[in-house]
């Protein structure tokens, strides 16, 4: 099962594909598989990224310009699924460029592609009768978001629906950085737990090894998004692989330790 | 054009679906904030306090109801159908968007939310928010693309004036979507202490139906006067369609009218490629954007297309999921007018009645202008005059060179 952790926490990658390559976002995300990541998140760039920071929509934005499309996208984690069999694959995009692209032929695609599961921001458990039916038909893990807000009977009909892993948002808002983690994470990473067994893994705002060493105490894996988008941002597409491997292994360090 | 398949199974019982339109295709986080917006929205149609307080405002701040007006001199011209005018722009702040902002205003303040935000393509929603803030004593920010501010300054100027907080963004094509998505985002960070007052007939459910149920004055006021004056009902109603409001609160009094037509007047912009309009009908295929299943310009990758359109307010790459239920099954007509012939249509409104309509709404007098001389005397149209157009004196004085030539027929 590929889409499983490691590490304690495991670490779940997010980048925004085709940013600032196509190429690139290979190297860069076997890279990251090599220096410790257990899960990447392959962002489908889209124009008007609404749940996204400043960040990925700066990512977004360039990739849209280069013309980075879904099947594109699939293409790059098929070469990373060639590349690392046992790494965990996760697409992650808004809903429009699979209702255009087809819902069916996205399914069979990113499941050729070598993906483990697929993540739409924008798709909650209630709307999402035929994307389950097709994520069941090919074998492929829908996770959903689990927000502070959320009650308990939505955490309920949202971990009857996860497969892999739910994913947590630590805090309302956007994604982004943020100084310290909130109280809202651990409560609802509590929460989840009375209705799953599955991992939980928390994300929005980490950024650093002490972000990585508190999720440790509370959940099984941190996503690190932002800070690995914009540390792509300001690196030299030669050096970027490089920056990104040496950035995880630092975001290792305390959780080790400790 | 690409096979759609519906993320779930479509169904006329659920609620905030228009036919297959509509839904909530928003991140988890807003979910509890939609829920209970749904809930107290329907408690305050239940509330005779509030629907009180609410129709006090409308008379008498607002300035409900508007008038139906004979265009007799524009009748003449055309020389065709009787063309009425709901005067829409005599309203206070000089849009349809007021009754909506009270609407929501009000319903905010029953929730506790003290803090007010909303998007605003035009101003005019913007103006009406701050207005409505102002009134009940909330703290109100503006999100607004940049090209909008430069080309509606003066709504800007005014709604800082009436203490809101207008914050101009700067991503995407900088013009309504941007907006709405930059106000989406301070949503789902302050969501709860926050209200979002969303002035189209867009969104996630509940916002398209409670846009609407708070236009639909518009309708059940035509209804009446139209019965009045003429003793029948209108051939046909004509409004302009951005997001829908003001279209939707037109229209929808008479849906169950079937020998009246209704027509939706979109954006034709410059040109008919992909980019130069925001005809949604005419280039759009469904999609999701900003909540809600609808017509939406794309790419072939599901990219949101780039729109234009000389009016602010109709510059929008999506429509209310409720049009496009009306699209499909017929029961509307939706068209387009493009910039020329929107400038046009104002400075014949100007010259023969006396009434400088907003840009927006001078798509539907273009439509009328159109269709009226194909008709007779006998027919009756009726066209929503959504706006006032002092707010575009920016615009026409450039457009017009009103600056540099004396402008006469």
């Known amino acids: 099962m590929p889409l499983s952790f490691h590490h304690k926490p495991g ?8 940013d600032p390559s196509l190429e690139a976002t290979t190297a860069i995300a076997i890279a990251a598989i090599d220096a410790g990541a257990d899960v990447i998140e392959l962002g489908v760039p889209f124009s008007d990224p609404l749940a996204d920071g400043p960040v990925i929509q700066r990512a977004s934005e360039r990739a849209v310009a280069r013309g980075t499309k879904l099947s594109d996208v699939l293409a790059v984690a098929r070469a990373i699924r060639s590349a690392r069999p046992e ?3 996760v697409v992650f995009t808004y809903l429009n460029p699979i209702l255009r692209y087809g819902l069916t032929r996205f399914a069979d695609d990113a499941k050729a592609g070598g993906a483990d599961g697929v993540l739409v921001t924008d798709l909650i458990v209630e709307e999402a009768g035929d994307y389950l039916r097709e994520m069941d038909r090919v074998g492929l893990a829908p996770v959903f978001l689990a927000a502070p807000t959320s009650p308990d009977e939505r955490l309920e009909a949202i971990a009857a629906h996860c497969k892999g892993f739910i994913y947590a948002i630590s805090r309302t808002g956007i994604t982004g950085k943020q100084s310290a983690m909130t109280a809202d994470a651990a409560a609802l990473v509590a929460r989840i737990r009375r209705w799953s067994t599955l991992p939980v893994a928390v994300g929005f705002g980490i950024s650093n090894a002490q972000h990585v060493a508190q999720v440790a ?5 941190a996503v690190i998004g932002s800070a690995i988008v914009e540390l792509i941002e300001r690196a030299t597409p030669e050096t970027a692989a490089e920056d990104v491997a040496r950035f995880i292994k630092g975001l290792q360090l305390l959780a080790v330790s400790s | 054009m690409a096979s759609i398949i519906l993320p ?4 006329e019982s659920r609620p905030g679906r228009f036919g297959i339109y509509g839904g909530r295709y928003v991140p988890e986080t807003l979910m509890a904030a939609l829920t209970e917006l749904e809930r107290e929205y329907e408690l305050s149609k239940a509330d005779a306090a509030f629907q009180a307080e609410l129709n006090a405002l409308l008379k008498d701040y607002a300035g409900r109801p508007t008038p139906l007006y004979f265009a007799k001199r524009l009748t003449e011209h055309l020389g065709g159908a009787k063309i009425y005018l709901k005067r829409e722009d005599l309203l206070h702040t000089g849009a349809h968007k007021i009754n909506n902002a009270l609407g929501q205003g009000l319903l905010a303040k029953r929730m506790g939310k003290q803090r007010i935000i909303a998007e605003t393509g035009a101003g005019q929603h913007g103006v009406a928010t701050a207005t409505t803030c102002a009134l009940l004593g909330l703290e109100c920010v503006i999100y607004m693309g940049e090209v909008d501010m430069a080309r509606q300054e003066l709504n800007v100027l005014r709604m800082r004036l009436l203490g809101a907080e207008v914050r101009g963004v700067s991503s995407g094509s900088k013009t309504l979507k941007d907006a709405i998505s930059e ?8 969501v709860r202490t926050t209200y979002y007052i969303l002035g189209s007939a867009l969104g996630a459910h509940p916002y398209p139906t409670i846009v609407r149920d708070y236009q639909r004055c518009i ?17 046909a109603v004509i409004a302009c369609v951005g997001g829908g409001s003001n279209a939707i609160g037109a229209f929808y009094e008479f849906i169950g009218d079937r020998d009246v037509r209704l027509i939706g007047v979109e954006a034709g912009g410059r040109g008919t490629a992909l980019g130069e309009h925001a005809a949604r009908f005419a280039g759009g295929v469904p999609g999701v954007l900003q909540g809600t299943f609808s017509y939406v310009l794309q790419d072939e990758n599901g990219q949101i297309a780039l729109t234009h359109s000389v009016s602010a307010g109709l510059d929008y790459a999506s429509i209310g999921p409720e049009h496009a239920a009306l699209h499909d099954s017929g029961r509307a007509e939706y068209t387009a007018q493009d910039d020329a012939a929107a400038l046009n249509a ?3 409104l100007a010259r023969t009645e006396g009434i400088l ?10 439509e009328a202008m159109r269709v009226a001389p194909k008709m007779t005397p006998r027919d009756i149209l009726i066209v929503n005059l959504s706006g006032r157009g002092d707010k575009d004196m920016g615009i026409l004085a450039q457009e017009l060179k009103l600056g540099t030539t004396d402008q006469r027929d």
């Open chain 1, 217 to 221: 105490e509370i959940a099984d894996g």
């Open chain 1, 87 to 89: 790494a965990g694959l």
């Open chain 2, 8 to 11: 779930s199974a479509p169904s």
């Open chain 2, 183 to 190: 106000a989406m985002r301070d949503w789902v960070t302050n």
């Open chain 2, 219 to 235: 309708s059940r006021e035509m209804k009446e006067q139209i019965l009045e004056k003429e003793g029948r009902l209108p051939n």
């Open chain 1, 11 to 18: 670490l779940v990658v997010y980048l925004t594909a085709g």
């Open chain 2, 357 to 366: 309509p907003a840009l927006e709404s001078a798509h539907a007098i273009a």
């Open chain 2, 346 to 348: 104002v400075v014949k």
